[in-house]
């Protein structure tokens, strides 16, 4: 999980010189830069950038103490966030472009949450299912599946034979 909200401190182990690293961000929402409008209401940004079986997420954490993220800069469930992280000076990392999923208000904080998950994954692909399968190849469920999701197949399966199956997709 990478996480912006403080100055990050750095020293350098030859000259004992303690440089200290300004974390920044970039924030596209539906495309159009946002970074410079919403910057001096971030309280904080967080991705997580997950290995296995879940979606990288996003959180943007906002001080909403006008009133502005509940009226007319409140964003929509499914609009796209596109984050960029790292250090002032230094190349940006592409953390990926989000959907958003859930919009937290706070109250009497004043602090609107929005969350995201990888926009890479769609929502029919992290559902699970389950389709039973006779008298095929291990090949030919496999290419099923990526037809399903839009996905293209890659590399070589062998011709596995499967007379019954019920794999959970």
């Known amino acids: 999980m990478a996480e912006i909200n403080s100055t990050?401190?750095?020293?350098?182990?030859?000259?004992?010189?303690?440089?200290?690293?300004?974390?920044?961000?970039?924030?596209?929402?539906?495309?159009?830069?946002?970074?410079?409008?919403?910057?001096?209401y971030v309280t904080r940004v967080t991705w997580s950038d997950n290995i296995k079986n879940e979606s990288d997420t996003i959180e943007v954490e906002l001080d909403d103490t006008d009133g502005r993220w509940l009226?007319?800069?409140?964003?929509?469930?499914?609009?796209?966030?596109?984050?960029?992280?790292?250090?002032q000076g230094e190349k940006l990392l592409s953390c990926g472009t989000f959907s958003i999923d859930e919009i937290e208000v706070s109250?009497?904080?004043?602090?609107?949450?929005?969350?995201?998950?990888?926009?890479?994954?769609?929502?029919?692909l992290r559902t699970k299912t389950s389709r039973?399968?006779?008298?095929?190849?291990?090949?030919?469920?496999?290419?099923?599946?990526?037809r399903k999701h839009r996905l293209k197949l890659v590399g070589?399966?062998?011709?596995?034979?499967?007379?019954?199956?019920?794999?959970?997709?």
């Open 8 to 40: 990050a401190q750095v020293t350098s182990a030859l000259t004992g010189v303690s440089d200290v690293l300004t974390p920044v961000f970039t924030l596209w929402y539906l495309q159009k830069n946002i970074t410079s409008d919403i910057a001096p």
């Open 156 to 169: 070589s399966i062998e011709s596995i034979r499967i007379d019954r199956g019920d794999p959970v997709c």
């Open 132 to 146: 039973g399968f006779e008298n095929t190849t291990l090949a030919a469920v496999a290419g099923r599946i990526a």
């Open 71 to 87: 009226d007319k800069w409140y964003p929509g469930k499914g609009d796209t966030l596109t984050l960029k992280m790292g250090y």
């Open 107 to 124: 109250s009497p904080a004043s602090v609107v949450s929005i969350r995201g998950v990888a926009t890479s994954v769609n929502s029919a």
